[in-house]
T-cell receptor, first 111, second 113 residues
Framework: EPEVTQTPSHQVTQMGQEVILRCVPI?????FYWYRQILGQKVEFLVS????????KSEIFDDQFSVERPDGSNFTLKIRSTKLEDSAMYFC?????????FGPGTRLTVL | AQSVTQLGSHVSVSEGALVLLRCNYS??????LFWYVQYPNQGLQLLLK????ATLVKGINGFEAEFKKSETSFHLTKPSAHMSDAAEYFC???????????WGLGTSLAVNP
């Protein structure tokens, strides 16, 4: 059964550095999403992406963040100048119609 | 505005006992409702969903949930808990196809032998 994959599983970075989180969505899906979960808090929506552009974004998704689908298979989340509060589990999802399917997540630790 | 509330951050049951995990929602439009499960060190797996039609929906691993509009609830149940059901369970909603998911805080289910 096809599944969403994410790399790396764990990323440690220094504050102020840039990170790129990678996702490979399910191949016939058209919508792609990023969510994050800070330890002990709710899962939060960051952004959705369709037809090579952002379709919806939250107030969290500011200029520090960007998304890209560089090659028709990967879907990336770039975080520029990371902050301590960016430490979280980041989930990628892909969807078709009413259901979103999630990857295993990338745990980002900012030191 | 939409929101999801899960009552009880931790639920503990004995193996073989009924599992009941509570979810209430608030939505200004007819919601689509979902339960996801997260096993330790794994991602979010869809258990079941309600979009339209039959209000009692069945999912994987023997779980089911009933959409009750009058009570704005979508509680998750399983008649007999198994040790392998120990996990974190999340209720979520969205306003329709391809829209963002709004999440509850999650309920950690422990199953005691």
């Amino acid at each position: 059964e096809p599944e969403v994959t994410q790399t790396p599983s764990h990323q440690v970075t220094q504050m102020g550095q840039e990170v790129i989180l990678r996702c490979v969505p399910i191949s016939n899906h058209l919508y792609f999403y990023w969510y994050r979960q800070i330890l002990g808090q709710k899962v939060e929506f960051l952004v959705s992406f369709y037809n090579n552009e952002i379709s919806e974004k939250s107030e969290i998704f500011d200029d520090q963040f960007s998304v890209e689908r560089p090659d028709g298979s990967n879907f990336t989340l770039k975080i520029r100048s990371t902050k301590l509060e960016d430490s979280a589990m980041y989930f990628c999802a892909s969807g078709i119609a009413d259901t979103q399917y999630f990857g295993p997540g990338t745990r980002l630790t900012v030191l | 505005a939409q929101s999801v509330t899960q009552l009880g951050s931790h639920v503990s049951v004995s193996e073989g006992a009924l599992v009941l995990l509570r979810c209430n929602y608030s939505s200004s439009v007819p919601p689509y409702l979902f339960w996801y499960v997260q096993y330790p060190n794994q991602g979010l797996q869809l258990l079941l969903k309600y979009t339209t039609g039959a209000t009692l929906v069945k999912g994987i691993n023997g779980f089911e949930a009933e959409f009750k509009k009058s009570e704005t609830s979508f509680h998750l149940t399983k008649p007999s808990a198994h040790m392998s059901d120990a996990a974190e369970y999340f209720c979520a909603l969205n306003a329709g196809n391809n829209r963002k998911l709004i999440w509850g805080l999650g309920t950690s289910l422990a199953v005691n032998p």
